[in-house]
């Protein structure tokens, strides 16, 4: 899509994978998907992703819990267009906006007002 920063739009959608992978995920969401893949990563033997865990970790706890607190609305969009998984859909805002209840032009504003605020939170931890 890349709308304000590839950066920023590549990490929201490795976040997005996380939390369909149940990996924890936000702590008031919880996807089946997670549980599945949990069940055959048991079955398989199959190693976790224990570092990556922990990037992903930190990643919500301060950068995604400080959208949700500053910005619930662009929050939501974020989680809904990369957790839910719209962003893979072809009709992803138009999808989003129905979800969300709204036009797809103020879920397409939602969305970029995210993506801005991660790519100023993720520049200002880095720096």
């Known amino acids: 899509m890349a709308l304000v920063s590839e950066q920023a739009e590549y990490t ?7 939390c369909r992978m149940g990996r924890p995920g936000p702590r008031d969401y919880r996807s089946i998907a ?17 570092e990556e865990d922990e990037v992903m970790e930190i990643f919500d706890r301060r950068v995604m819990a400080a959208l949700r607190s500053e910005n619930p609305d662009a929050y939501e969009a974020a989680y809904q267009y990369y ?4 962003a893979e859909d072809k009709h992803g805002i138009r999808e989003l906006g129905r979800r969300l209840g709204v036009g797809k032009t103020v879920a397409s504003s939602r969305l970029y007002a995210a993506i801005t605020a991660v790519a100023t939170m993720v520049e200002v931890l880095a720096a």
């Open 34 to 50: 997670g549980v599945l893949v949990e069940a055959m990563i048991q079955q398989q033997g199959a190693p976790g992703f224990t």
């Open 83 to 86: 957790a839910v998984g719209f």
């Open 12 to 18: 929201l959608s490795q976040w997005g994978m996380w």
